[in-house]
């Protein structure tokens, strides 16, 4: 599992958008699966998106289809999560892992066979 560090998260409004960035320490994130997973006090982790390298590609926690979208940059150095529509049950830390996993799906489901976590990036979603 190669390292990775988060950014973009922050406080935003009700109905307000942010985009998180997931990035290698070193090299790229091609011919990795990628995930993002959300963590609150008190409740385990989640995944929430997924991006694998096999069909079907992506996968989305029912809560956040149609709101989120899970992408790669061009130069396959960022794996990105585009938040629209925030809502306050959106409030969590957000990780991001890319472990040995061709399945999107599988990724986000057991979040336990992720062997490392980052720091992750908050998201306060409050008016």
């Known amino acids: 599992q190669v390292r990775l560090m988060e950014s973009g998260g922050g406080l935003v409004q009700p109905g307000g958008s942010l985009r998180l960035s997931c990035t290698p320490s070193?090299?790229?994130?091609?011919?990795?699966?990628v995930g993002w997973f959300r963590q609150v006090p008190g409740k385990a982790r989640e995944g929430v998106a997924c991006i694998g390298t096999e069909e079907p590609t992506t996968y989305y926690e029912d809560s956040v289809k149609g709101r989120f979208t899970i992408s790669r940059d061009d130069d396959k150095k960022t794996v990105f999560l585009q938040m629209n529509n925030l809502s306050p049950d959106d409030t969590a830390v957000y990780y991001c892992a890319a472990p040995r996993e061709k399945n999107a799906a599988r990724l986000c489901h057991f979040p336990q066979k992720v062997p490392s976590w980052g720091e992750g990036t908050p998201v306060t979603v409050s008016s």
């Open positions: 070193r090299g790229t994130l091609e011919g990795n699966s």
